[in-house]
């Protein structure tokens, strides 16, 4: 096995660089929390319910595919704002690919019981609105292969120099060099899987498993990273020797 040459150990820096190394490390790890939060805002209310489930994950790649957002409204939340009767139609309209040929019989229905909220004042979709209604009554297909093609390549670029720089510090870290070489090769490999597994849900629901491993397996590898490199560069037991 061999060693980090002694003059490279975490604990051994001078000053500058464990305050260099701190510093970005500390900045990293905040915005590795907001980048959490961000998932838990967005993704996570994908299916309307707070915190990040399986379900969240399918519908923001793999889509709603059981209907489409105007009709999961007028059969859940927005049920009782129109006669039973009235929903009825819509949601005929709506199954019937919403002809626009129907727009004079549906369109007073919609300006009727929904426009009061769903006004240009209210930031709710402007459902009384031929564009508008049509588009939320397409059945949803997740992210588009454009949308997912721009995230992935920002996250594959942005990531793996963050992790190229969090390995180099921790490379400098007294560890058992065979675990050494796992924690640092672990997130690139689920930086890989995270990202391959949002193209195999839009395609396939059930690979949804893959990006919760994936975000939790660089999570894990992170956070010892971290915790190790802290420890070593302030702890008396390292820096002492
Ligand atoms: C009393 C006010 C009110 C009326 C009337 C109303 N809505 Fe809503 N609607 C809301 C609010 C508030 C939300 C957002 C609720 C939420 O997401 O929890 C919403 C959400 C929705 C959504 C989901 C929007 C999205 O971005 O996913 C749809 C679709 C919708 N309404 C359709 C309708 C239709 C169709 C009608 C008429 C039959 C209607 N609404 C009548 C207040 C109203």
Redesign the pocket.
């Known amino acids: 096995m061999i060693e980090p040459r002694d003059d490279l150990t975490l604990g051994k820096l001078s000053l500058t660089y464990r305050v260099l190394f701190t510093g970005f490390l500390l900045v990293i790890g905040l915005g590795l929390c907001m980048a959490g939060a961000q998932i838990m805002l967005t993704h996570g209310k994908a299916d ?1 319910k707070a915190g990040l489930s399986m379900d969240d994950i399918v519908y923001s790649y793999y889509g709603n595919r059981s209907g489409s ?2 009709e999961s ?2 059969t859940g ?2 049920k009782d ?2 006669p039973a009767d009235v ?1 009825f139609m ?1 949601i005929k309209w709506v199954r019937e690919d919403a002809p626009a040929a129907e727009w004079s019989k549906v369109g007073p229905l ?1 300006e009727k ?2 426009a ?3 006004d240009s004042e209210s930031g ?2 402007e ?1 009384a609105k031929l564009e508008v209604a049509k588009g ?1 009554a397409e059945i949803d297909h997740g992210a588009s292969i454009a949308s997912l093609t721009r995230v992935s390549h920002i996250h594959l670029f942005g990531i793996s120099f963050i992790f190229l720089f969090v390995g180099w510090i921790f490379g400098m870290a007294e560890f058992d060099q065979r675990w050494k070489v796992i924690l640092i090769s672990t997130p690139f490999a689920f930086l890989v899987l995270d990202v391959a597994s949002w193209w195999l849900t839009k395609f396939w629901p059930e690979c949804a498993w893959f990006t919760m491993i994936g975000g939790l397996g660089y999570s894990l590898a992170a956070m010892v990273m971290f915790a190790t490199s802290f420890a070593q560069m302030w702890l008396p037991r390292w820096t002492k020797k």
């Open positions: 309307g957002k105007l409204a007028l939340k927005m704002k129109a929903n819509l919609l019981h929904c009061n909220c769903h709710l979709p459902v939320m």
